[in-house]
């Protein structure tokens, strides 16, 4: 059966962690939004204020669709990428509280500034908020990493994965 979850959050939430732990446990390739946008150039530019690329969402989401059209299985991991959502099975968003997302993006190296804005943009619900206006309610999901460890944030995933699609795993 051809599985297509894609993943969403704020920086620090967990998506990259919780990608890497579904496409082991699924045997599912992990498509990780940057490393396409290098290998093949899906940059628009780069934003000096950000600090970071302008991807073409155009080109990324191109992408995604014929690797789904052509059979193929995968989680997807990165910023918003608004895909024809009959192409995807499930889509999580995954959520972390300002105390612990604080220190998850400290040991990343982001500066204050950068962190108190993600902060911000987390208790806003803006990711899930824009999530939510493109794909349909009954194929996204949300999950707190809070408190949870990598694996019962994996065990909370597969939960929501076997109700949702009755996907065997
Ligand atoms: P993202 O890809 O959303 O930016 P990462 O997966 O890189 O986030 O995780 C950021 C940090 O948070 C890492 O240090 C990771 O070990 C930790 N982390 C990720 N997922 C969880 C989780 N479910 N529970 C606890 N810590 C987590
Ligand atoms: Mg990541």
């Known amino acids: 059966m ?5 993943i969403f959050g704020t920086p620090g939430v967990g998506k990259t962690t919780l990608a890497n732990l579904l496409a082991k446990k699924l045997q599912l390739e992990h498509i990780e939004l940057l490393e396409v946008v290098e290998k093949y150039g ?6 000096v204020f950000r600090d970071a690329l302008i991807i073409d969402e ?3 989401t191109n992408y995604l669709e014929e690797k789904t059209k052509s059979g193929s299985s995968f989680c997807y991991s990165g910023v918003e990428i608004f895909m024809d959502p009959s192409l995807v099975n499930l889509v999580l968003v995954l959520h972390c509280e300002g105390r612990v997302l604080r220190k998850r993006l400290k040991a990343r190296g982001y500066s204050s500034e950068k962190i108190e804005e993600n ?4 208790n806003l619900g803006i990711v899930e908020g824009i999530v939510k206006d493109h794909y349909p309610p009954d194929k996204v ?9 990598p694996q019962e944030t994996l065990k909370s995933a597969l939960n929501i994965i076997n109700e949702v699609i009755s996907f065997k795993i």
């Open 58 to 60: 155009y080109k990324v």
């Open 42 to 47: 899906y940059f628009l530019g780069y934003d």
């Open 141 to 149: 999901f949300t999950l707190d990493t809070t408190d949870a460890t």
């Open 119 to 122: 902060i911000a943009a987390e």
């Open 2 to 6: 051809k599985l297509v979850i894609l």
